[in-house]
């Protein structure tokens, strides 16, 4: 069976053609993806046996209110859509278009992308990020917008 080929190769794997939907790749459209990949990063199930369960033994005596569902059930996320997977894939890609020699911008913005799925609050805010750095939150958040720009220049150059 013959294979078809694309008409343009791809100018770094691993990164396909951006969709917006009409709308202009700027800051605010990386950051809102950024933001929407991270709660939906989030909100993926955990799957497999708990690290509880792997390193012990079960605890099987309970107590009387831990039986009887006396304790407050955790609020989880709705559970992410096949789409919104895509999307968050697509979109966690984009860090990779960060020079590796500029890891520390890497990490701040892949940091800055983790969104609380329900509560929409940012799980690393400035001044923690700054505090993991050891630098003022004022320069996190001129180094968090370098990285965005280098990643508006690079979509706007796969376009």
């Known amino acids: 069976m ?6 343009k190769p791809a100018a770094r794997p691993g990164i396909r053609p ?3 939907n009409g709308y ?8 809102y ?17 708990s690290t509880r369960l792997r390193s012990s033994s079960l605890e099987i005596v309970r107590t009387a209110l831990e039986s009887y569902g006396w304790t407050e059930a955790r609020i989880r996320p709705v559970t992410p859509s096949a789409e919104k997977i895509t999307r968050m894939d697509e979109a ?7 020079p590796l ?4 911008l890497r990490r701040i913005v892949g940091a800055r992308s ?8 940012h799980l690393f805010p400035w001044r923690r990020l ?14 968090h917008a370098q990285g965005i720009r280098i990643i508006v220049e690079a979509l706007k150059a796969l376009a």
């Not at 013959?2 to 008409?7: D, E, H, K, N, Q």
């Open 18 to 20: 951006v969709v917006t």
């Open 92 to 98: 966690l890609s984009w860090i990779s278009l960060i």
């Open 101 to 104: 020699d500029r890891y520390v």
């Open 24 to 31: 202009e790749i700027d800051a605010d459209f990386v950051i």
């Open 33 to 49: 993806r950024l933001e929407e990949a991270g709660a939906t990063l989030l909100a993926l199930p955990n799957t497999g046996w």
């Open 130 to 143: 700054g505090a993991a750095l050891g630098a003022d939150h004022k320069a996190v958040q001129r180094w």
């Open 114 to 121: 983790l969104v609380h799925p329900i509560t929409d609050r």
């Open 2 to 7: 013959p294979t078809v080929r694309a008409s």
